[in-house]
T-cell receptor, first 111, second 112 residues
């Protein structure tokens, strides 16, 4: 089954404790993105990647890092999380027809 | 970058046609317009995409006027299961810089 998976689905952490949210797709897509979703603000793109070893900033990249060492994986890294990074995070993978397929989401709470 | 405006919420009734309009005054020449649907606790799901004029698929139609400064998503004969948030998205195809701008979403509530 074609899908995008994210782990963990829920995470509670404390300020400053590094964390990684994993994202994996099995559709051999070149393009992947990370979004955060906050009430009243819709989805905002954090980072995107057009291919392996090619990443670029989206709208709200501050406080986040990504890597794309292989095509299927695109982890999101928070080196020193802060409470304003409490949010719902989505990973997306884009087909050649430019349709984005979204993961199930990761709900993060930073205390 | 395009600034996107769409209504915060809309109500309608089962069996009606629903039209949701999105404003994107600063749309760039190579930007596409895409609409996604999102149910609670799920990721957004692709509905339809277009560049100009009219696009129709099995679930919706997308109307884009010649100036492309707005677009209208049309859902024919809605049902209760169409209750969701609908997002308008403007951006270039992935083969360019791929920075995408999303509207804040329109919460559509369908009543029996």
């Amino acid at each position: 089954e074609a899908q995008v998976t994210q782990n963990p689905r829920y995470l509670i952490t404390v300020t400053g404790k590094k964390l990684t949210v994993t994202c994996s797709q099995n559709m051999n897509h070149e393009y992947m993105s990370w979004y955060r979703q906050d009430p009243g603000l819709g989805l905002r793109q954090i980072y995107y990647s057009m291919n392996v070893e090619v990443t670029d900033k989206g709208d709200v990249p501050e406080g986040y890092k990504v890597s794309r060492k292989e095509k299927r994986n695109f982890p999101l890294i928070l080196e020193s999380p802060s409470p304003n990074q409490t949010s719902l995070y989505f990973c997306a993978s884009t087909s050649g027809e430019e349709t984005q397929y979204f993961g199930p989401g990761t709900r993060l709470l930073v205390l | 970058l395009a600034k996107i405006t769409q209504p915060i919420s809309m109500d309608s009734y089962e069996g009606q046609e629903v039209n949701i309009t999105c404003s994107h005054n600063n749309i760039a020449t190579n930007d596409y317009i895409t609409w996604y649907q999102q149910f609670p606790s799920q990721g957004p799901r692709f509905i339809i995409q277009g560049y100009k004029t009219k696009v129709t698929n099995e679930v919706a139609s997308l109307f884009i006027p010649a100036d492309r400064k707005s677009s209208t998503l049309s859902l024919p004969r809605v049902s209760l299961s169409d209750t969701a948030v609908y997002y308008c998205l403007v951006g270039p195809p992935p083969r360019s810089n791929y920075q995408l701008i999303w509207g804040a979403g329109t919460k559509l509530i369908i009543k029996p």
